[in-house]
Every structure is written in structure tokens, then in C-alpha cells.
């Protein structure tokens, strides 16, 4: 849930498989200031794009978005490429294993363990189960 006319604190998103959704950064209303503590980090999805000013203080770092989306700005380590059909295993029925290019970019890892509680490899696919 957005809350408005508050400024944005420790906001970590890392690590996410995001098939088909994008990421909408917004500072387009009154209080829309992200504080430097921000973190948007090795995700795996179809976009990362600013609703308003861009701002430096959130780190857009090593995500992967999909074929024909452009990296946000200051945004670094952007990899792009395919769908969701083709970066995850078989995501129209829930298994979202990397897959594709997501395999063949792989990124340093920001979280020590994955979602099934297993360590991280010093570098990892970007989304949630690598």
C-alpha cells in the first residue's frame, strides 16, 4: 500500500520474481521523496520506470527487465531481455525457475539466503528462487 505525503524510508525491493508486473517508482504527488536508506535490487520483471522526478536516492541496482524495456534512470547493472514465458520455467502455472536469459546474467547476490531458506551464491540469477 502507497501511503502519500510521507517520506519514504528503508524501502527494500530485492530479489522478486515479478512475471508479469512492473515496478512504478512515483514521486508524482506531494511528499513523493524517497530517502537514500532505498533499495530496488536483482528483480525479475517486465519494467522499473519513474511516475515523476527521478530521484538518486534509491539505489536501482542489477535488475532484469523484460525485451524492449528501457533501464530507469540512475539505474545501474540493467540487464534486458526476453518474456516471461521465456525467463521462467513455466510461469502460466506457478513456476517461476529462472530460466533464458536470466541464467546467462547472473548478478551479485544483495540477500544471503533465497525464499526456500537456502544460501545465495555470491552470484545469482536476479529474482526470487536463485
Same mark, same amino acid.
Given at each position: 500500500? *502507497?501511503?502519500?505525503?510521507?517520506?519514504?524510508?528503508?524501502?527494500?525491493?530485492?530479489? /522478486?520474481?515479478?512475471?508479469?508486473?512492473? *515496478?512504478?517508482?512515483?514521486? #508524482?504527488?506531494?511528499?513523493?521523496?524517497?530517502?537514500? @536508506?532505498?533499495?530496488?535490487?536483482? /528483480? =525479475?520483471?517486465? @519494467?522499473?520506470?519513474?511516475?515523476?522526478?527521478?530521484?538518486?536516492?534509491?539505489?536501482?541496482? #542489477?535488475?532484469?527487465?523484460?525485451?524492449?524495456?528501457?533501464?530507469?534512470?540512475?539505474? %545501474?547493472?540493467? %540487464?534486458?531481455?526476453? %518474456?516471461?514465458?521465456?525467463?521462467?520455467? #513455466?510461469?502460466?502455472?506457478?513456476?517461476?525457475?529462472? =530460466?533464458? =536469459?536470466?541464467?546467462?546474467? *547472473?548478478?551479485? %547476490?544483495?540477500?544471503?539466503?533465497?525464499?526456500?531458506?537456502?544460501?545465495? =551464491?555470491?552470484?545469482?540469477?536476479?529474482?526470487?528462487?536463485?
Amino acid at each position: 500500500m *502507497l501511503r502519500t505525503n510521507e517520506t519514504h524510508s528503508h524501502v527494500v525491493v530485492a530479489h /522478486n520474481s515479478l512475471a508479469n508486473q512492473g *515496478l512504478s517508482l512515483r514521486t #508524482d504527488y506531494a511528499g513523493g521523496i524517497f530517502e537514500p @536508506y532505498c533499495l530496488v535490487a536483482n /528483480n =525479475a520483471l517486465r @519494467y522499473v520506470v519513474w511516475t515523476g522526478t527521478a530521484s538518486s536516492a534509491v539505489a536501482i541496482k #542489477d535488475n532484469h527487465i523484460y525485451a524492449g524495456e528501457s533501464a530507469p534512470t540512475y539505474a %545501474s547493472g540493467t %540487464s534486458a531481455g526476453g %518474456s516471461a514465458e521465456s525467463l521462467f520455467v #513455466d510461469p502460466a502455472n506457478g513456476d517461476f525457475t529462472p =530460466a533464458g =536469459a536470466l541464467l546467462t546474467n *547472473l548478478k551479485s %547476490s544483495r540477500l544471503i539466503y533465497n525464499r526456500l531458506h537456502r544460501s545465495r =551464491a555470491t552470484l545469482s540469477c536476479t529474482g526470487a528462487q536463485s
